[in-house]
């Protein structure tokens, strides 16, 4: 992996979150890497913990795809999780922009947050051809070959719908659940209804991801889904009925990406034209 400083990266600002752990602005998105409580955080509330890897048996091997894998930070919190349960990791990774975790690996603040073993698997990740990079809607179909229906998890942790419409986009997402295993689930920090009501579409059971009970008035804190109901977890909780009826408003309207080549500004001007809403956002 090259090494990459500030300077290469002027658009990517450093950031530590509130719990200390390494993280990313980037201006080009213009919408920081993770939330303000920290990368380590929300790593593990949002992806570890909802994994429910304690539903493997020891030696098992788990198969991930990851959308979205910046600065590695759940990559390298999922790493750890499966070394403490003696689960093994088969992974793969999608990422346009190489830069984010060769700076992370390049910070002694981010490899000392991690036991020990961790880095040097997550740099053999990076470097050893498992980490796709290019547009992930051109570089999915090279995972599907390999990997449709057999991954346990896939990670989607793309910037915001709003900023990176592409990798939210029906067509995307139609694509991405193909990767799961019939008891695989899909995990994002993401509970926009345009998602949920894509997922559920899509012939996907959805839950809700349960917010950490320390970040005050978040009613959630993602979404998984899966081919097959998920089994109860405190971490999951159903949708409850005033989410199910935002999925219905006009927030449920898909992004679309027919193409798989759109630009952002593309995929929001169809998603307001499909809404009934003008170019300026407003209600015709
Ligand atoms: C929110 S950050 C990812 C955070 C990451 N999971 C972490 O822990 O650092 C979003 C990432 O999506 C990548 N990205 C944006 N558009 C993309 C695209 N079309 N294809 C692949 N990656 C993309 C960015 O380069 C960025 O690293």
């Not at 290469?8 to 920081?32: K, M, Q």
């Not at 979205?68 to 003696?86: E, M, Q, S």
């Not at 349960?210 to 998920?230: F, H, I, V, Y």
């Amino acid at each position: 992996m090259a090494a990459a400083s500030a300077d290469t990266a002027a658009d990517l600002l450093l950031r530590r979150g509130a719990d200390g752990s390494f993280s990313l602005y980037s201006r080009s998105f213009g919408e920081g890497f993770h939330s303000a409580a920290g990368a380590l955080r929300e790593a593990n509330e949002k992806f570890v913990r909802p994994a429910a890897l304690e539903r493997f048996a020891p030696g098992r091997e788990l198969v991930v795809a990851e959308v979205a894998v910046g600065t590695g930070t759940n990559t390298a919190a999922l790493i750890a999780a499966c070394r403490a349960a003696r689960l093994g990791f088969d992974w793969w990774g999608l990422e346009q922009d190489p830069r984010p975790l060769a700076l992370a690996l390049a910070d002694g603040g981010f490899r000392a947050q991690w036991p020990a073993g961790v880095i040097p698997r997550l740099e053999a990740l990076g470097a050893g051809g498992r980490l796709l990079l290019g547009d992930a809607r051109q570089r999915l179909p090279d995972l599907l070959g390999p990997l449709e229906g057999s991954c346990d998890l896939v990670l989607l942790d793309a910037f915001s719908p709003s900023r990176c419409p592409q990798l939210w986009s029906r067509e995307f997402l139609e694509r991405l659940v193909r990767l799961l295993r019939n008891d695989g689930r899909l995990l994002t920090y993401c509970s926009a209804a345009a998602l949920r009501r894509c997922l559920l579409d899509l012939g996907m059971a959805v839950q809700a991801i349960r917010p950490d009970p320390a970040e005050a008035g978040q009613w959630s804190a993602g979404t998984a889904a899966g081919p097959a109901p998920l089994a109860p977890h405190p971490a999951l909780r159903p949708l409850e009925p005033f989410e199910h009826e935002h999925l219905a408003s006009r927030a449920g309207v898909p992004y679309r990406d027919p193409s798989g080549t759109a630009t952002a500004a593309e995929i929001l001007e169809r998603r307001r034209r499909e809404q009934g809403l003008g170019r300026s956002g407003r209600h015709r």
